[in-house]
């Protein structure tokens, strides 16, 4: 059967695409490579999460390989490369209909206008491939506003120094439930002279569009969510347009070749089938959006006469400019003996989000950061604090004692019951751009293969140090607050290590077809019926979590196509 649009890929850079064009008649197939789950399959089981990756595919199966940078004895570096099937380092991230989307956190901030224009704004910076969007904010900010309405966003707008200007008051769903602890961060920030602000959520706080609110259990990402409050592709967006008549999902379908021809067009996509067989459809136009590694793998292998280098990368760009979200972590204990009965309550309610912010230096301009620029002026990016709740995690020290000697019996029960009762450890995350480099890329391995026999993505990880100086920067910050709050033992950890559950580039869009993979509107230079709407698309990446921007652009991306199937 042919259709008129095929996609490959089925979370937050897909959904919105099946969704406008069924809504709108079109006949539309996703392909995806996972199973099909619903709210019934979501438990809140973090052996299953956390320590099984249940949700994603067995490293022995599906893997890739992650070149790192070592240092010799003389000084020199090299870049070598080790199967994530021995390092049990998973680059997966939710191999399902709905894909990640259905176990992020759902933090979404938008990026602001400077995002859009990081080389003009900040100028260059040696070793980094830094460029101007081809969009600008305001070009997306109505795709913004519809996300909020159609995905379901829970919030409320504050004015703080880096607000972006909005087309809506308003989220269209009042703020979750907060935890106590949040109006500690309040009045901590509010006496530093910091500001506070509300977290963004895509997680409903009221019952709307066919699915529950949330049911605050306390675990939330890297969960599914069994109510269907959490706006994944697969709850907010598939399902509607799966009852529209018009959608079609194939699951358990492995996407291996996208076919073309010598006049620039794909011809057909080839999958093989939950039993193993080789499949093939059509469509009139298709849309790739299977997470940046993979969609770089996909065309990578998409060779041809026409496209020996892979599918759209005559330029050689495919693959190029990979990259992650930069920053780190930082944490502080309260001990329940240092505290008032009314703050150790509040301190162990478990369920509301904490659901706070800071962005006072989403730009920096402060002399005593020098920065690559050596003026102080960077771009910096957001901190955002939480709870951890897995208590299997908490405990993974327990059986250790101060001599570091392996402890068992009465001795560690105690560490055990000293751990949940003597304190609670409140942490941040910090989120700051990650600068694409020409280290950072993803290729096709010339050794190691899938259950299948098809290459695997080879994925270099390099970064560079600038992100590191402006992560150290914000965690510092982050740290102060802590220590206004009176928590001890405050530690922070920023790395060069990648978070792998925020990846983008890979195929970054632009005006010039010699330095980009795709047009504005993400559609490949090179081939007519070819889109990419997953986070490929992204030239940098903002200081926030992607989702909200990758939902915002396939809406984007959508309306284009819809446009042209109309006309066609």
């Known amino acids: 059967m042919s259709y008129d649009i095929c996609i490959v890929g089925s979370g937050a850079g897909a959904s919105p695409v099946a969704y406008t064009l069924a809504k709108a008649g079109a006949k539309v197939l996703v392909l995806e490579k996972g199973p099909w789950l619903t709210e019934k399959e979501f438990y809140k089981d973090e052996l299953a999460i956390s320590l099984r990756d249940s949700y994603n595919p067995n490293l022995a199966d599906e893997q890739h390989v992650i070149e790192e940078e070592y240092v010799r004895e003389n000084g020199s570096t090299y870049w ?26 759902g933090y979404f901030h938008r990026l602001k206008p400077v995002d859009f224009r ?34 379901g966003v829970s919030g409320k707008v504050v004015k703080h120094p880096h607000q972006e200007p909005r087309s809506t008051e308003d989220f269209p769903y009042p703020p979750l439930a907060e935890h106590a602890v949040s109006s500690w961060i309040d009045k901590g920030a509010q006496a530093l002279g910091f500001h506070a602000i509300p977290v963004p959520r ?24 069994s109510t269907g409050a959490k706006g994944s592709g697969r ?10 008549g018009n959608l079609t999902i194939i699951p358990n379908a492995k ?6 021809n010598d006049q620039g067009e794909v011809t057909g996509v080839q999958y093989y089938d939950r039993q193993g067989r080789d499949q093939q459809v059509t469509a009139k136009i298709y849309v790739v959006a299977c997470q940046a590694i993979e969609t770089s793998r996909l065309l990578l292998s998409s060779t041809s006469d026409y496209f020996p280098q892979g599918l759209a990368n005559s330029s050689g760009q495919v693959g190029k400019n990979l990259i992650f979200s930069a920053g780190g972590t930082g944490s502080g204990d309260f001990f329940f003996d240092e505290i008032d009965k009314q703050q150790q309550a509040e301190l162990k309610q478990v369920g509301p989000f904490i659901n706070r912010a800071l962005q006072d230096w989403y730009q920096i301009d402060d002399k005593k950061f020098q920065g690559a620029n050596k003026n102080g002026k960077a771009k910096g990016g957001t901190i955002d604090f939480l709870f951890h709740q897995n208590p299997i995690a908490r405990v993974g020290g327990s059986q250790w004692n101060e001599h570091n000697e392996l402890v068992w019996g009465e001795a560690l029960k105690q560490n055990i019951f000293n751990e949940f009762t003597n304190y609670k450890t409140l942490r941040f995350e910090v ?26 993505a080879k994925v270099r990880i390099g970064s560079h140090n600038h992100d590191l100086e402006v992560g150290e920067y914000l965690a510092e910050k982050g740290a102060a607050l802590l220590k206004k709050l009176g928590a001890k033992n405050i530690a922070t950890s ?16 632009g005006n010039d077809p010699k330095t980009s993979v795709l047009n504005k509107y993400c559609q490949a230079h090179e081939v007519k019926n070819l889109y990419v709407t997953d986070g490929s698309f992204m030239p940098t990446g ?12 396939a809406f984007r991306v959508a309306d284009h196509i819809k446009t042209r199937w109309l006309a066609s």
């Open 202 to 225: 895509a997680v409903l706080s009221q019952p709307a569009m066919g699915r529950n609110s949330c049911e605050y259990s306390g675990y939330c990402s890297s969960y599914g969510c």
């Open 494 to 509: 920023v790395s060069s290590s990648p978070p792998t559950n925020l990846m983008a580039g890979g195929c970054r869009f």
């Open 542 to 553: 903002g200081s926030v979590p992607y989702t909200f921007t990758i939902y915002a652009n």
């Open 80 to 105: 070598d490369g080790e199967p994530t099937s021995e390092s049990g380092w998973s680059f997966w991230n939710g191999t399902v209909v709905g894909g990640s989307s259905n176990f992020m956190s």
């Open 235 to 244: 709850a907010a967006l598939l399902n509607h347009a799966v009852a529209t």
């Open 431 to 456: 989120f700051n751009d990650w600068l694409p480099t020409d280290n950072c890329f993803v290729a096709l391995d010339e050794e190691v293969t899938d259950k299948w026999g098809d290459p695997v």
């Open 255 to 260: 996407v291996h070749h996208i076919n073309s």
């Open 118 to 151: 990081l080389r003009s704004e900040f100028g260059a910076i040696e070793g980094a491939n830094i460029v101007d969007w081809p969009i600008s904010y305001d070009e997306l900010e109505p795709y913004y506003a519809q996300v909020e309405r159609e995905v």
